[in-house]
């Protein structure tokens, strides 16, 4: 065993010798045929031997190719020749440097394979030689690159958390919103039932109630309609809990069946307030300031069209002809009187700009003539959906239910009734 080894060591040393002999050679060939101290002739003859990696075997030859490179790049000469370094011979001795040392790595790693499959021993002892060599010639290089890959790998994941948690935010708010609407929703629900619940039965007569005393004497007892503030029996107990009370309204069918409120000081106090001026995300529908139950021939009331369906949603669909035919009334009781409503006309407008001349049908309260009246009348006509076939005449009563309509800037859905004669 140990004879062979000797022997593979031996034939390994010849041949080493042999190409040491070889490039010898080359290298005397070359300096007799060349004048080698001149810068471009070193640079000339270093160009054509790069490109043929077979010509030199040992590191001897290669040797002599960096002293080739040396003569051309450090000769006082030329590095006094502005022309040398300059241009064109500038830039092909500096493409020429940085191919020399890709080349040199690579060879490096081929003579580290070459060697490694001649023999096992000498290729374990020289792949921790070259293994080394070649990590302590690229560690710079890898160390940066590394670095270079955990900084950019760093700041990728950094802005995908970012992103993530951005989303997640996003998406458990807008969970907690959908969440929050439908319970303050249904806690508006049960409030509206609550106020339902609340509306009295109505007494027989407003007759008074007679009663013997105790020496039999007849005693006078008034039912409750007869308050002082001339408030109906049925919304008495509200009106008491709240006498921002104005009347209630229905329309059989629907979802409609609320409290109407009224504030001279703040028209829309309960835009987003319930019965008991608590906060509520459907507020209650609300009268005109300007409009007084007892007197006014147009009474204005004010809506929300709220998402979940309640309020003012269900006015929404006068806007088709078959809905109003299957509900043409509306109920309206102020807290004085009782009202049934026919609806006379169903349109859609907008609240119009300051200066524009155009309908407003939210300035009509009480008309101050005849012509004013039918005037009204005429441009409600014009702008309903279709034909209610209804007769109005001056002095009929009107109510006007108005609600936003989403499809249109500023956009409002209005519906009209007239009410029936006693």
């Known amino acids: 065993m140990d004879s062979k080894i000797q022997i593979e060591k031996k034939e390994m040393s010849d041949n080493k010798t042999s190409a040491e002999s070889r490039d010898k050679l080359k290298i005397l060939r070359l300096q007799n045929q060349f004048d080698l101290h001149n810068p471009d002739t070193a640079l000339d003859l270093y160009e054509k031997l790069i490109l043929d990696q077979t010509f030199f075997e040992t590191e001897l030859g290669r040797g002599f190719l960096k002293s080739l490179l040396h003569t051309a790049i450090h000769s006082e000469s030329y590095l006094e020749d502005e022309t040398a370094l300059s241009g064109r011979h500038e830039g092909r001795r500096k493409k020429r440097v940085k191919e020399q040392r890709n080349r040199t790595q690579s060879r490096r790693k081929q003579s580290s394979r070459t060697q490694s499959s001649r023999t096992q021993g000498s290729r374990n002892q020289g792949n921790r030689t070259q293994g080394s060599q070649t990590q302590n010639y690229l560690l710079p290089i890898d160390k940066d690159q590394r670095s270079n890959r955990r900084k950019t790998k760093k700041k990728k994941k950094t802005v995908y958390l970012v992103f993530l948690l951005l989303f997640s935010c996003i998406f458990f708010y807008h969970i907690y919103q959908m969440v929050s609407y439908q319970v303050l929703s249904y806690l508006s629900a049960k409030k509206i039932d609550d106020l339902v619940n609340s509306i009295l039965l109505p007494v027989e007569s407003k007759n008074q109630n007679i009663a013997l005393k105790d020496d039999g004497t007849q005693n006078q007892e008034f039912s409750v309609e007869e308050t002082e503030n001339d408030v109906l029996y049925e919304y008495s107990a509200l009106y008491e809990r709240n006498p921002d009370l104005i009347g209630w309204i229905r329309i059989e ?30 507020g209650l529908p609300f009268m005109d300031a300007r409009c007084d139950a007892k007197t006014d021939s147009n009474l204005i009331i004010y809506g929300h069209n709220m998402k979940n369906g309640s309020m003012f949603s269900a006015l929404m669909n006068y806007a ?103």
Do not use: W
């Not at 078959?322 to 509900?327: C, D, Q, R, S």
């Not at 043409?328 to 009187?337: A, W």
């Not at 939210?362 to 005429?378: G, Q």
């Open 253 to 282: 069918g629907t979802v409609i069946n609320y409290p109407v409120m009224q504030t001279r000081e703040d028209e829309e106090y309960y835009l987003l307030r319930d019965f008991d001026r608590e906060s509520d995300i459907n």
């Open 320 to 422: 088709e002809e078959e809905f109003y035919k299957k509900h043409p009334v509306v109920l309206f009781d102020t807290i004085y009187e009782k009202g049934v409503y026919d609806i006379i006309a169903v349109f859609q407008t907008r609240v119009a700009y300051q200066d524009e001349d155009t309908f407003r049908y939210y300035n009509f309260v009480e008309p101050f003539h005849k012509a004013e009246f039918y005037n009204y009348l005429e441009n409600i006509s014009e702008l309903s959906y279709y034909n209610t076939d209804q007769t109005v005449d001056y002095g009929d009563k009107l109510i006007t239910l108005s609600t936003c309509d989403r499809s249109i800037e500023d956009g409002r859905l209005v519906v009209v009734a007239r009410k029936k004669n006693s």
